[in-house]
């Protein structure tokens, strides 16, 4: 059986399953609960400047009849009073010495006021600290969240005034609000962050309800830009992740990265760790479906790393990672097709509509005596029997030019697969290429003679 | 709700006869919809005989677009909340599901209805009358095939008189769909929707002889026949008297329910769909009931899937059964004498023929028999002067009878293929076609 333990900048835990700073760790009672269920962490609600909240507080995403593919929020840092939050803090430690407890922490930018927080963290005996630099929301226009993680000096300074008292481990939470992950990641390494994770909300405005006009939340007849999160964001967190842990600079400090952004199942988090997350953070998904969603979360991983062979988390970590390269240094010279399971197919012509209008026109249609057809039928002939005598779709491999939208939007499970095909064309990267032949990039008619000279033929 | 639902009864309402699938929540319909791939050139639009586009209208219920749903409906099928409720989506659409494959196919039927009630239970008309033609068609019977053409004919322009011999309109969807399936309002809708269209409907006019026919010729520029079929045949045997006819029980389970026989033991002679129909309202009135099949399982021509459903209701078959007596003790009816048959060689329609076993007569016990064993042919075909066919009328692929300026279409055709509501509906829009270019035709010669 799979080790899940993890060891992560020093903060230990049973499970890399860890419910991130949001409404799911907003007090002791709730952890404890959580806790019971069998999560191996949790980070506080972030605690520090004194807030009001206002309601309502959360628009969802619906897509296609599933609930909360998203979630945004308007709600603030936690709004129980500083001394509640410390004490019961400390009781869960107490209660729970196995399990991370983390503090995340937001206050006004200035060394006072964070010396005055850390201090008191300190005291309650958590195991480490998560500076919150990502609240899109709220606090940042009072200067603080994703005010200060937008601007890698604020960052790097707000790090360094936290690093310089404390002995605790502390994480420093991106925003994805800005251009390039990276640079409020190096900030907070130069500011001596012994770790990071990400990624926080993203800003959005949710909706408008087509009956009222009213954007949603409404809150009173107004709306504001929220953070958005849930499994609708996973993508974009797990590109985050690996920019930062491609980056050299980020790579050469060492830190590690815990992940977070649309985690619902074991699958996700597999994911987050397979890219080079040592460890992860869940809200979305705990707060659609309650703490209990962490027991098929720990069996499920448990499962996958044994049948993979995986003993630990360390063996995972990263695993995937160095796969992951840049347009310019990727095979232009391998191809792939799409190849239709002729048992599998039902006809749904999905396949067919989506490459005739929107890719490349190399699926046809055809008659169970090998004619290709047109799409239509015979207006005189109805009932259930039409069924048995549909024309099937069929890839022009030689047209194909492996786009894999077919199989992607197919709803049958390996009915479409991409195979590799031998080319003829050299396998050369386009850095490559274009490094020995400059004029490739530039003028259309080199283009055209290496293409010519690769038997490459695009209609 | 804001809008009463459809089924709600101005027609006495017996709750033993409530709708076997009750209406979809939203909810339901929203989850199901969703369910439908969408897919392309699907095959369910080709399985409807009425060739709606499926996919577009549930994806429009997807959308929360229920008014465009049901336009997509009822453009290819102006009788869509019959259809919906009535159609044997086993064998047309939801048996061509591709989703067959997979899990189990769309409930259209019940999509289609959600759809449809949607603008029915609000009393929008989705379509107007074309710019007029000058033009003028008379349409004979009100059934399915007569509300088809009538209101396709009226979208083009046409100035359409819909005669109907009974006191309502809708044919066998009011008379002769038991109300498990649909209540007398929905057909009552659908001639209402036909009448918004500018279609003059008169009820209590009946064509009985070629000499109507010609009058109606001269007043009218085209003639549509949507006769039906008549009433269930004689059998021919001592007792006839007491037997009920099949479509009249029915009809009487519709209109007048109060005045059904109280009987405790009925016996239903026949096995297709319209003996499962009757045999389903005697059983929900609480009778035993037992279908008598002079052939077995395999000739039934009763959909599977109401063979099943019968069996389900807790209705007895007994096959290779011929009833030859109906006996009764003053006025009483007691049993039915049968006897045995056994399969012998095939007949002209492919089925073996049965032949009697001798000696092998036995009584039924029963206190009431239902004759359900098809319909007449209609007589009025001949009396005009038509070409029949094994008495149905001889019509071409426009619905052109062998009468110039004469069409016809629905069950009074049907012969070949299966008799059903959406098939006539279809043969409507085929006359509407051909009944629109002659008129077209002959204003151009005129003009020219």
């Given at each position: 059986m799979a080790d899940l333990s993890v060891n992560f900048a020093g903060i230990r835990a049973p499970n890399p399953f860890w419910l991130a700073s949001a409404p799911p760790t907003n007090s002791g009672a709730q952890i404890h609960r959580a806790f019971e269920h069998g999560w191996g962490g949790a980070v506080w609600k972030t605690i520090g400047a004194p807030v009001l909240n206002i309601?309502?507080?959360?628009?969802?995403?619906?897509?296609?009849?599933?609930?909360?593919?998203?979630?945004?929020?308007?709600?603030?840092?936690?709004?129980?009073?500083?001394?509640?939050?410390?004490?019961?803090?400390?009781?869960?430690?107490?209660?729970?010495?196995?399990?991370?407890?983390?503090?995340?922490?937001?206050?006004?930018?200035?060394?006072?006021?964070?010396?005055?927080?850390?201090?008191?963290?300190?005291?309650?005996?958590?195991?480490?600290?998560?500076?919150?630099?990502?609240?899109?929301?709220?606090?940042?226009?009072?200067?603080?969240?994703?005010?200060?993680?937008?601007?890698?000096?604020?960052?790097?300074?707000?790090?360094?005034?936290v690093t310089s008292i404390t002995k605790l481990p502390v994480i420093v939470k991106l925003t994805p609000n800005v251009t390039h992950i990276t640079e409020p990641a190096h900030a907070a390494i130069a500011g001596g962050a012994n770790a990071l994770s990400l990624i926080n909300t993203i800003n959005s405005v949710m909706s408008v309800d087509l009956d009222t006009l009213q954007i949603t939340p409404n809150i009173g007849g107004r709306g504001t830009h929220g953070g958005y999160a849930g499994p609708a964001v996973k993508p974009i967190a797990l590109n985050m992740l690996t920019e930062l842990l491609t980056d050299e600079s980020v790579l050469k400090s060492g830190v590690p990265v815990c992940g977070m952004g649309g985690i619902v199942t074991w699958k996700d988090a597999a994911e987050f760790l397979l890219l080079g997350a040592g460890a992860v953070q869940?809200?979305?998904?705990?707060?659609?479906?309650?703490?209990?969603?962490?027991?098929?979360?720990?069996?499920?991983?448990?499962?996958?790393?044994?049948?993979?062979?995986?003993?630990?988390?360390?063996?995972?970590?990263?695993?995937?990672?160095?796969?992951?390269?840049?347009?310019?240094?990727?095979?232009?010279?391998?191809?792939?097709?799409?190849?239709i399971d002729p048992d599998k197919c039902i006809q749904c012509n999905l396949c067919y509509v989506a490459c005739n209008d929107t890719a490349h026109q190399c699926i046809d249609l055809v008659a169970g005596n090998g004619v290709r057809v047109d799409p239509g039928y015979d207006v005189r002939v109805n009932g259930r029997a039409v069924a048995d005598t549909r024309p099937t779709p069929v890839v022009r491999e030689p047209d194909c030019v492996g786009c894999a939208l077919c199989a992607n939007v197919c709803p049958v499970d390996g009915c479409i697969t991409m195979v590799g095909v031998p080319s003829t064309q050299e396998n050369i990267s386009w850095d490559a290429l274009t490094a020995q032949r400059p004029e490739i990039a530039t003028s259309w008619d080199a283009m055209m003679a290496y293409r010519k000279e690769q038997g490459i033929e695009i209609h | 709700m804001d809008h009463p639902p459809m089924d709600e009864?101005?027609?006495?309402?017996?709750?033993?006869?409530?709708?076997?699938?009750?209406?979809?929540?939203?909810?339901?319909?929203?989850?199901?919809?969703?369910?439908?791939?969408?897919?392309?050139?699907?095959?369910?639009?080709?399985?409807?005989?009425?060739?709606?586009?499926?996919?577009?209208?549930?994806?429009?219920?997807?959308?929360?677009?229920?008014?465009?749903?049901?336009?997509?409906?009822?453009?290819?099928?102006?009788?869509?909340?019959?259809?919906?409720?009535?159609?044997?989506?086993?064998?047309?659409?939801?048996?061509?599901?591709?989703?067959?494959?997979?899990?189990?196919?769309?409930?259209?039927?019940?999509?289609?209805?959600?759809?449809?009630?949607?603008?029915?239970?609000?009393?929008?008309?989705?379509?107007?009358?074309g710019p007029a033609t000058g033009r003028k068609v008379a349409v004979v019977g009100s059934g399915p095939a007569g509300l088809s053409v009538s209101a396709e004919l009226a979208k083009l322009g046409h100035a359409v008189t819909l005669l109907e011999k009974r006191e309502l309109g809708g044919g066998l969807s009011t008379y002769g769909i038991i109300v498990l399936r649909e209540p007398v309002e929905v057909s009552l809708q659908e001639v209402e929707a036909v009448r918004a269209l500018g279609v003059t409907v008169e009820t209590g006019r009946e064509l009985t002889n070629l000499a109507g026919l010609d009058a109606l010729l001269d007043e009218y520029d085209a003639v549509f026949l949507g006769l039906g079929l008549g009433a269930v045949p004689a059998m021919s045997i001592p007792g006839e008297e007491h037997l009920i006819d099949g479509l009249q029980y029915i009809e009487d389970s519709k209109i007048a329910p109060d005045g059904l026989p109280d009987?405790?033991?009925?016996?239903?002679?026949?096995?297709?769909?319209?003996?499962?129909?009757?045999a389903t309202i005697a059983r929900r009135r609480g009778a035993d009931v037992a279908m008598l099949y002079r052939r077995t399982e395999s000739e039934m021509t009763a959909y599977r899937h109401e063979y099943e459903f019968a069996l389900s209701e807790g209705i007895q078959y007994r096959f290779l059964t011929q009833p030859v007596r109906v006996i009764s003790d003053g006025g009483r009816v007691t049993g039915v004498e049968c006897v045995k048959m056994v399969l012998g060689v095939p007949d002209t329609g492919g089925r073996p023929s049965p032949r009697p076993l001798p000696g092998s007569e036995f009584i039924v016990s029963c206190d009431a028999v239902i004759k359900a064993i098809g319909q007449e042919k209609p007589a009025l075909a001949t009396e005009l002067g038509l070409d029949v066919a094994g008495g149905y009328i001889v019509v071409n692929h426009d619905m052109q009878t062998s009468l110039p300026r004469v069409y016809a279409g629905g069950d009074c055709v049907r012969l070949r293929g299966t008799a059903s509501t959406v098939m006539a509906v279809q043969d409507g829009k085929y006359a509407a076609v051909a009944i629109h270019q002659q008129l077209s035709q002959v204003q151009e010669d005129v003009h020219g």
């Open positions: 309601s309502n507080r959360y628009g969802g995403l619906t897509i296609g009849g599933q609930r909360l593919l998203a979630i945004n929020n308007v709600e603030l840092i936690s709004d129980r009073p500083l001394d509640v939050n410390l004490r019961e803090i400390a009781e869960i430690k107490r209660l729970w010495p196995d399990r991370a407890v983390i503090v995340s922490a937001m206050v006004d930018a200035s060394p006072e006021a964070w010396r005055e927080i850390v201090m008191m963290i300190e005291d309650t005996g958590a195991d480490g600290i998560e500076l919150n630099y990502g609240c899109p929301q709220g606090m940042s226009e009072r200067g603080m969240g994703a005010a200060v993680g937008q601007v890698p000096e604020m960052c790097e300074l707000n790090t360094h005034w869940v809200c979305t998904a705990a707060m659609h479906y309650g703490y209990r969603i962490v027991e098929d979360m720990i069996d499920g991983l448990s499962n996958w790393m044994d049948d993979k062979g995986f003993a630990t988390i360390a063996d995972v970590s990263g695993r995937a990672l160095p796969q992951m390269s840049s347009f310019g240094q990727l095979d232009l010279g391998y191809q792939a097709v799409a190849r | 009864q101005h027609y006495p309402f017996d709750p033993r006869f409530a709708p076997t699938h009750p209406p979809l929540s939203a909810h339901e319909a929203a989850v199901e919809a969703h369910r439908c791939l969408y897919c392309y050139d699907a095959p369910c639009i080709q399985a409807c005989p009425t060739h709606i586009d499926i996919p577009t209208f549930i994806r429009k219920i997807a959308t929360d677009n229920l008014r465009g749903s049901a336009r997509v409906i009822l453009e290819s099928n102006f009788l869509g909340g019959t259809c919906a409720r009535v159609c044997p989506v086993e064998e047309l659409c939801e048996g061509a599901c591709v989703l067959n494959a997979e899990e189990k196919p769309i409930a259209i039927g019940r999509l289609q209805r959600h759809a449809v009630d949607h603008v029915q239970e609000r009393g929008l008309q989705m379509f107007t009358a009987a405790q033991n009925i016996v239903v002679i026949g096995a297709g769909n319209t003996a499962i129909d009757a």
